[in-house]
């Protein structure tokens, strides 16, 4: 969520990486970067989710907000990509946005990822999930 990025960096967060496949909202983003004048803060790409992760995430995360559009499986495969690319630090943390949160949960479990904690708010879920501890 692009609002979520702006308002991280506005609130102390060095840096926010940010993108959406749409022209139209790349647009009200890049309004709403000026605006609030994080324009040093922030990264923002037009372009696909899997291909930023895999080409231009040069370095690790410790924060990463996934708000995909409802009804697809895109949280599910930015995790699988973070986790395949090494993208994460040992405490990093992902929050999911989803109002499918027993679909997701149900795709994380093949993954190397455990869910830390969950909130509802209204028909909307956050799933926060943290590195699965070796030993």
Known sequence: ????????????????????????AIKVIEKNIEKTHTQEQIELYQMNFEDLLRTKIKEQLDIVFIDPPYKTDFAYKAVKILLSNNSLEEESIIIIETDQEKKIKEQLKTLEIEIMDERKYGRVHLIFLGQKRKG
């Open 1 to 24: 969520m692009e609002l979520a990025g702006i308002e991280a960096v506005s609130r102390g967060a060095r840096k926010a990486i940010l993108c959406d496949k749409a022209r139209q």
